[in-house]
C-alpha cells in the first residue's frame, strides 16, 4: 500500500507562490492534480522516479515546477504566478507502473487527501 501526504496548501493573493509537497512511501510516477468545485479533475504535472524526467500540462508550464528530492521520498510542486483560476483542491497521486500518460488521472492507484490552494484576486 503506497501512502501519500500533501501539505503546504494555503491562501495566497495573485501572483504569489506556494509549494506544495507530497511525502510518499514509494513510486514509480507521481503525478500532481486538482479538482476545482464543478469541474473534472486536472492533471498538472508528473515526475518519473528513475531520471526525474518531468511533465507538465500546458495550463500549468512555465508557472509550476516538480521536482522530488535525492531521498525520492517526497516531491514538491512549486506554484508561482498564481491566478485565481488556481484555486482548487490539489491532490497528489502514485503509481508502482510505468505509464504511458501520466497526467491522467486513470493511470494512479494512489491518491492523497488533498489540500486546499485559494488564490484571491
Known amino acids: 500500500q503506497v501512502q501519500l501526504m500533501e501539505s503546504g496548501g494555503g491562501s495566497v493573493q495573485a501572483g504569489g507562490s506556494l509549494r506544495l509537497s507530497c511525502a510518499a512511501s514509494e513510486y514509480t510516477y507521481l503525478g500532481w492534480f486538482r479538482q476545482a468545485p464543478e469541474k473534472e479533475r486536472e492533471g498538472l504535472a508528473a515526475i518519473y522516479v528513475g531520471d526525474g524526467t518531468t511533465f507538465y500540462s500546458d495550463s500549468v508550464k512555465g508557472r509550476f515546477t516538480i521536482a522530488q528530492n535525492n531521498a525520492k521520498n517526497t516531491v514538491y510542486l512549486q506554484m508561482n504566478s498564481l491566478k485565481p483560476e488556481d484555486t482548487a483542491m490539489y491532490y497528489c497521486?502514485?503509481?508502482?507502473?510505468?505509464?504511458?500518460?501520466?497526467?491522467?488521472?486513470?493511470?494512479?492507484?494512489?491518491w492523497g487527501q488533498g489540500t486546499q490552494v485559494t488564490v484571491s484576486s
Open positions: 497521486a502514485a503509481t508502482r507502473f510505468l505509464v504511458n500518460r501520466p497526467l491522467r488521472d486513470n493511470e494512479y492507484s494512489y
